[in-house]
Each structure stands twice: as structure tokens, then as C-alpha cells.
């Protein structure tokens, strides 16, 4: 009795201001999904073509989802699973679907963020040219079992360490500082990057779409690709939404939260594709080759790049401080999802939950790491253990969950249940109209079409 007593203290924290719940949801949704996928994306699927159709989906499709996450999680204030049993009882399995998510994602996310943490210190202790070469250096790193793990862990405790805080005391005062930290950088660096000479191709490849090569079969491909990153990008289907969203107060205009979120959210990934592609354009000469250097872009192609800069040390130094701060947001909200579900389901208080989380997120998270080194040639389904990880978070559970929650939403509970939520304390929905459509029609199409289009036509 007295460990649920305490769960309901632990459900009645919330963020203290309407600032604080933007910037703690902004810094979940600005993460490695923007500065480390969006510009590979961006770069592979036509630039500008695939900057425009991100765009478009994010102010619509993206919008919609959002909304109806975050009204779901104030409304029921619970975390995803009694979030969802709570909505309908029979939706209950919905619940362990989405909670599963966030299980699989944060440890491995984590070991990316230690990828990055190891980056930092490369630049920090000016051995940087050791990382300016082929890609050894990144694959003699992610090999080395010892030397991956203790910057996986590093990662991982200071992620932990913001969460056993709290709400308030943790996430929220962390966010911020860490956001208009992360903007300063990054607005900074992409000025720097656009003033090189040469970068005026790479601002045209990436801003302007390629009408020449245009397709149907390549729109396709390229809407697809933008709505995954959806997904990774604004923390859409991972519970995380749903557990801010529970911690944000009803006073709290929340249709503008969600488009502050937003712009954050692609400002920051336009941001970082204006710092990335037009910086390999320049130094690789416009290498098709290393504009579609895909996920090795950031850990491979950019150190060759602040390698041949003056100053290329501090710039790079600089750049993944930045990377840091965003990874650092994000995976906080993962843990913070992970340790809301434990806490609720279990009945337990913070410090155990958080406890329990890390100890499942070292566990995962050595089967990423062991995958790159000593595992290296155990698959699941082609994929290396990390990437099959990405590949089931992303494109199967993830949409699977949003389009039941869209069922959900628009035909079991009504999207009257959302619109009540979003109206409350005299707040006027403006984007009424456009959430209905979206929520009955078009998003659950998308949904199916990002299930489909992988078996159907090879990313």
C-alpha cells in the first residue's frame, strides 16, 4: 500500500511552466535523428526534394501524431500502458506494443551516443587526425569490445543520472540549459559552414529539388523515407510523448506546444543538413559517393572534412559538443519512458525504477556493443545486432503502433476524445479540421504505406 501511495506522488510530478514541458519535449524529439540521420537521409534521397516533402509531413502528418500523443498522456496522466487500457480496456496490448519500443531503442541509442561521446574526446585531446582516414579508425573503434563499452556506459550513467532527478529537478532544468546551448552551437556552425567558399553547390543540392531526375517511383521512395524519419526525429510511437505528455499541466496551451516542438524539431534537422551536406560537398569536391556515405557520414566522411578546415579541430570540437547535447536530451526521455512504465506496472519508486532500467538498458546494450566485435557475425535477418534493433523499432513497431493508435483515435474513442483534451481551460483547437483527416484518413494510409514500400521497393 505504502509503494502505491508513493507510485501516485510519483504520477502527480509534472513540468513547473509551459517553457519547461517545450523544451524537455523539443530536446526528446531533437536528437541523433536530426543531426546524425536527417542529413544522411537528406543527402541520399535528392536534397531538396526530400527537404520539402519533411517538411510538409512534419507541419501535417507529424503534427497530428504529436498531438494526439501528448493529449493522451494528459488526459489519462499514466504512462503508455495504463495510458492506452485507460483510453479502451481492450487497447491494453496497444499499450505493451508501444512499451516495448522504448525497451529496445534507448540501449542502443545509447551506444551511438558513446560512438559520439568517443568522438568528442578524439577532438577534445587533438588526436583528431587519427579519425580522418577511410573509416579504420571508426571501425577499429566499434570492434575494440573494452574501449566501445566503457564509452557506452560513460554515456549511459550521465543519461541515468538526469533521470534518477527527476522531472523537474532533472529533465526539465537540464533541458534548459542544454537547448539554447545546442541552437547557439548550431546556428554558429552553420554559418560558418555556409560562408565556405564552394558551398554554394552544396546549398543548391541540398535546398533545391532535382526536377530532372524526378519520378513517381522516387517520390515514393523519398515520401516513405521522410516519414521514417518522422518517427526517429519527433519521438513519434515511442511512448516518450505520451509520458511527457502525462507530466504536462492542463493550463498549458497545448496545440502551441506541439508547433513550438515542431519547429524546433525541423529547424534544428534543416540546421544540420545545411552544416552537413554542404561541408562534404565542398571537400569532397561534390563526390556523389560521399554525399551517399549514409549512416557513416557523421563518424566516417566529416572528420576528413574539419580535418582539411583551419581550425578544423575547434569546429569539429565544437560540432560534436553539439551532437552530445542532442543525443544527451533525447536519450534522457527514452530512459524516463522506460523508467515511467517500470515504476507504474511495478508499483515502484523512482530510485528502484531507475535501477532496474539501467540495469536492462547495460544488458541490451552489450548485445549492440558485442555485435560490432565479437558477435560480429551473428544476424538476425541480414542485420548486425544494432542495425536489426533500428530496423524493428523503426520500420515494423513503430508504425504499427501509430496506426492503432489512429484506429484507436479516430474509430473507437472518437477524435472528440483528443480535441476535448487540446480545448481545455477555454484553448481553441485551430487545426481541428486538418487533425480529423489526419487522424481517420490519411495517417493510417501512410502507415501502411511505410509497412509495405521496404518489401516492395528496396530503400
Given at each position: ?5 508513493a507510485q ?5 510530478a509534472?513540468?513547473?511552466?509551459k517553457?519547461?514541458?517545450v ?8 536528437g ?14 535528392g536534397?531538396?526534394?526530400?527537404l ?8 501535417a ?44 531503442v ?7 551516443g558513446?560512438?559520439?561521446?568517443k ?11 587519427q ?11 566499434i ?20 533521470v534518477?532527478?527527476?522531472v ?46 524526378f ?16 518517427f ?13 505528455g502525462?507530466?504536462?499541466r ?10 513550438h ?25 561534390g ?7 549514409g ?55 523512482r ?7 539501467f540495469?536492462l ?22 542485420y ?27 474509430y473507437?474513442?472518437?477524435v ?5 483534451e487540446?480545448e ?6 485551430r487545426?481541428?479540421k ?20 521496404p ?5
Open positions: 500500500m505504502a509503494n502505491a501511495t501516485q506522488t510519483e504520477k502527480k509534472s513540468f513547473g511552466s517553457l519547461g514541458f523544451l524537455a519535449a523539443a530536446g526528446s524529439a531533437v541523433l535523428g536530426n543531426i546524425w540521420r536527417f542529413p544522411y537521409l537528406a543527402a541520399k534521397y536534397g531538396g526534394l526530400f520539402i516533402v519533411y517538411i510538409i509531413l512534419t507541419v502528418f507529424g503534427f497530428s501524431l504529436m498531438i494526439t500523443e501528448i493529449a493522451i498522456g494528459r488526459k489519462t496522466r499514466k504512462s503508455v500502458i495504463g495510458a492506452y487500457q485507460t483510453l479502451h480496456p481492450k487497447f491494453k496490448p496497444l499499450g505493451l506494443l508501444a512499451a516495448i519500443v522504448p525497451l529496445i534507448t540501449p542502443y541509442y545509447c551506444v551511438i558513446g560512438w559520439v561521446l568522438y568528442l574526446a578524439v577532438f577534445a585531446t587533438g588526436t583528431q587526425s579519425a580522418a582516414d577511410t573509416g579504420s579508425f571508426f571501425s577499429g573503434f570492434s575494440s569490445t573494452s574501449e566501445s563499452t566503457i564509452y557506452f556506459l560513460i554515456y549511459l550513467l550521465l543519461t541515468a543520472v538526469v534518477l532527478l527527476g523537474e529537478k532533472g529533465i526539465e532544468r537540464i533541458s534548459k540549459i542544454v537547448m539554447p546551448a545546442l541552437i547557439l552551437l548550431i546556428v554558429g556552425i552553420a554559418i560558418y559552414t555556409i560562408t565556405l567558399d564552394g558551398a554554394g553547390a552544396g546549398l543548391k543540392y541540398y535546398l533545391l529539388p532535382d526536377l530532372q531526375s519520378s513517381l517511383k522516387q517520390l515514393l521512395i523519398t515520401v516513405t523515407a521522410a516519414m521514417g524519419q518522422l526517429y526525429s519527433m519521438s513519434l510511437a515511442m511512448g516518450i510523448l505520451i509520458t511527457y502525462s507530466y504536462m492542463k493550463e498549458d496551451a497545448l496545440e502551441s506546444s506541439v508547433r516542438i515542431e519547429l524546433f524539431d525541423t529547424g534544428v534537422a534543416s540546421l544540420a543538413g545545411l552544416i552537413i551536406v554542404p561541408a562534404v560537398f565542398v571537400f569532397s569536391g563526390n556523389a559517393d560521399a554525399l551517399r556515405a549512416p557513416s557520414l557523421m563518424f566516417v566522411t566529416l572528420p576528413n572534412v574539419f580535418e582539411s578546415m583551419i581550425g578544423g579541430r575547434w569546429v569539429g570540437f565544437a560540432f560534436f559538443i553539439m551532437v552530445s547535447l542532442a543525443a544527451l536530451t533525447s536519450s534522457i526521455s527514452l530512459m524516463e519512458t522506460v523508467v515511467s512504465i517500470i515504476s507504474e506496472k511495478f508499483h515502484l519508486k530510485i528502484p525504477s531507475c535501477l532496474i532500467a540495469g538498458c547495460i544488458v541490451l546494450g552489450m548485445v549492440s556493443v558485442l555485435g560490432y566485435s565479437i558477435w560480429d557475425e551473428v544476424t538476425i535477418l541480414g548486425q545486432m544494432l542495425d536489426f534493433f533500428d530496423f524493428i523499432s523503426n520500420n515494423v513497431l513503430m508504425p504499427i503502433v501509430a496506426l492503432l493508435t489512429c484506429i484507436l483515435i479516430g473507437v474513442v472518437k472528440k476524445t483528443i480535441e476535448d487540446v481545455e481551460c477555454g484553448h481553441t483547437f487545426a481541428k486538418l487533425f480529423r483527416v489526419m487522424i481517420k484518413y490519411v495517417c493510417p494510409i501512410c502507415m501502411v504505406i511505410i509497412l509495405i514500400t518489401f516492395v521497393i528496396k530503400l
